[in-house]
């Protein structure tokens, strides 16, 4: 059965069919040709996406929205620009750091890239070559998956069951977000100094900072009520959503004044569209997950690579191997349904931590978002800026290895992701 799952699937994914789409005729072959009762189909459809947790999914998704739409995306290029100062490679420091802000309320790394994109592109075109800009907003894209509040982290945590907590993701993964964050802009200035580019960026000024910072403050407290309130456990991710949204209106409507009620028919339609897009993926892609347990591929999987090594540090590089490739090719929301009820109950046969295993996996997918052939943001940073694939792809490779480098770098010193989970009793 899954072998025939997987040849359609692939013959789909070759022609040009939508992956979602793909994937649920991969499962749909798979059970006719087993003479499975297909009423089941819709069941487990129905039943991966019937999830109160999910729910924050779209909640985050039309927070980013609303802040595009209510200038906070401008304040916070305003109090990112008031920190850094002129350096080489400053503007991009400024794109950099705006994207760590926004990915601390939107959760999602096409989001964060469409709202960087449709601003900064300008201010990053006047100091550097278009390749090199989107090569930027793409990594400061990213982040917003690594750092919380993060869809990515939220449908691993659904997938894994009971075995790690939401709250415990988000809090796996600032440690590292602040380090990639840095690693990036390091990176920036060294490209920008070995290529020559002008210094770019406006002089520190300490009265400008506390000015942005001041205008800033609103906005910068969102993400602390919201991913404090989360791993404080005063409400649940959903309702942290829900929070961020009420948020965004109230800053945009009373604040900024320049959201407007008629903004908001067109926030919620494009926030529906992806989030349609990411419940098609983990419908279809449940169905496979359901043909995998029938052909009792856990098992398999399992007695496999048991029997091949019984080092938890073999497996964990094996399991980072397969998953290099596995985003290259699959989007990374199908890959979390199709493989986290595979690989997350074999970690902890290894004795490996849940919450370790969890951020290692979802950030190793999270990568493949920038890495071709079906690298999500470089399509999207493309389609911004115009900048053919093949340049898009190598400008993007040294943000690539930086990311990878992190993830050697979070293998070999587990408390980077552990310590803040286990100082808040993760």
Not at 115 to 140: C, E, H, Q, W
Not at 250 to 262: D, M, P
Not at 322 to 348: D, H, K, R, T, W
Not at 351 to 356: A, E, H, N, T, V
Request: charge should be neutral.
């Amino acid at each position: 059965m899954s072998l025939v799952a997987l040849s359609v699937f692939a013959i789909f994914a070759i022609i040009g069919t939508p992956l979602a789409f793909a994937i649920g005729l991969g499962a749909l072959a798979a059970l006719v040709y087993s003479g499975f009762d297909l009423v089941v189909v819709p069941q487990r459809m129905m039943f991966a996406v019937n999830s109160f947790p999910l729910m924050a999914i779209p909640l985050f998704m039309l927070a980013g929205e609303l802040m595009v739409k209510a200038g906070i995306v401008d304040r916070l290029i305003g109090f990112a620009n008031s920190l850094v100062g002129r350096v080489h490679g400053g503007v991009a420091h400024v794109t950099i750091l705006a994207g760590m802000v926004f990915a601390s309320v939107s959760g999602a790394a096409v989001a964060s890239a469409s709202a960087l994109g449709s601003t900064l592109v300008p201010a990053l075109r006047k100091s550097y070559p278009d390749g090199f800009s989107s090569a930027v907003i793409a990594s400061a894209a990213n982040l917003g998956p690594v750092i919380p509040p993060s869809n990515a982290m939220i449908v691993y945590a659904l997938m894994a069951g009971s075995s790690v907590s939401v709250g415990g993701m988000f809090m796996a993964g600032i440690v590292p977000g602040i380090l990639l964050t840095l690693s990036f802009m390091a990176l920036a200035s060294f490209i920008a100094y070995r290529r020559g580019y002008e210094l770019s960026g406006t002089p520190f000024s300490f009265r400008n900072a506390l000015i942005e910072t001041r205008r800033a403050g609103l906005i910068l407290m969102m993400p602390v009520i919201v991913v404090g309130g989360i791993v404080g456990g005063a409400f649940t991710a959903t309702e942290g959503a829900a929070i961020a949204v009420v948020y965004a209106v109230v800053i945009g409507l009373f604040v900024t004044r320049r959201l407007k009620i008629s903004d908001l028919p067109g926030c919620l339609f494009r926030a529906a569209v992806m989030a349609a897009m990411v419940g098609a993926l983990i419908a279809f892609a449940a169905l496979v997950t359901f043909v995998f347990t029938l052909d009792l591929v856990p098992m398999r999987l399992s007695n496999l690579i048991t029997g091949f090594t019984e080092d938890p540090v073999v497996f964990i590089t094996l399991v980072m191997i397969m998953l290099l490739f596995v985003g290259m090719l699959i989007e990374s929301n199908a890959a979390y349904i199709m493989l986290v009820p595979l690989f997350a109950p074999l970690a902890i046969q290894y004795g490996i931590d849940p919450l370790f295993f969890g951020f290692l996996f979802m950030y190793n997918l999270v990568v493949g978002m920038m890495t071709p052939p079906v690298g999500v943001l470089l399509f999207v940073m493309s389609g911004i800026t115009r900048v053919p694939m093949s340049v898009m792809t190598r400008e993007s490779l040294p943000f690539v290895a930086v990311q990878f480098g992190m993830l050697g770098l979070c293998i070999a010193f587990p408390q980077l992701v552990l310590w803040l989970p286990d100082f808040f009793g993760f």
